[in-house]
């Protein structure tokens, strides 16, 4: 009987912990977004910065977007601002094969990453369906 009384104030004091910890996750959560955020715009000027010196490629350039822009439609609190990030993603992975098909063709790079390139469009536009399809 004591270890059934225990065990029910021992759950009572884990719940109530649980549920002090809640709101402070959300916004420990929300931090980490933000310094995530502020962490990729980081790597995209900077990678900007070297794509514009000849440093760094298109190809680099688009991924450092890439990155922010799966975090942004990942942490939206709406489904239309997921959406709307998918899209941006679609239009990047677009650009990403067509640069990839560029240097297909010009012998810098293999129909494998052409293929790839493909693959990676289509996932992106089926994200993107299945979010509007969640509406």
Not at 68 to 95: C, F, G, P
Not at 102 to 115: E, H, K, M, T, Y
């Amino acid at each position: 009987m004591k270890t059934v009384i225990f065990l029910a104030l021992l759950l009572g004091q884990i719940s109530a912990l649980f549920a002090e910890d809640a709101p402070s996750t959300a916004a420990s959560i929300d931090d980490l977004v933000k310094q995530r955020i502020a962490v990729l715009t980081q790597i995209i000027e900077y990678t900007r910065k070297q794509y514009d010196v000849g440093e760094a490629t298109e190809e680099q350039l688009l991924n450092a977007t890439l990155d922010l822009d799966v975090l942004h439609r990942d942490s939206a609190k709406s489904r239309a601002e997921q959406i709307a990030w998918q899209e941006r993603i679609v239009a990047i992975e677009q650009k990403k094969k067509a640069s990839i098909d560029r240097q297909v063709a010009s012998g810098n790079a293999a129909q494998i990453d052409a293929l790839r390139a493909a693959e990676r469009v289509l996932a992106a536009e089926q994200k993107r369906l299945e979010l509007q399809a969640t509406k």
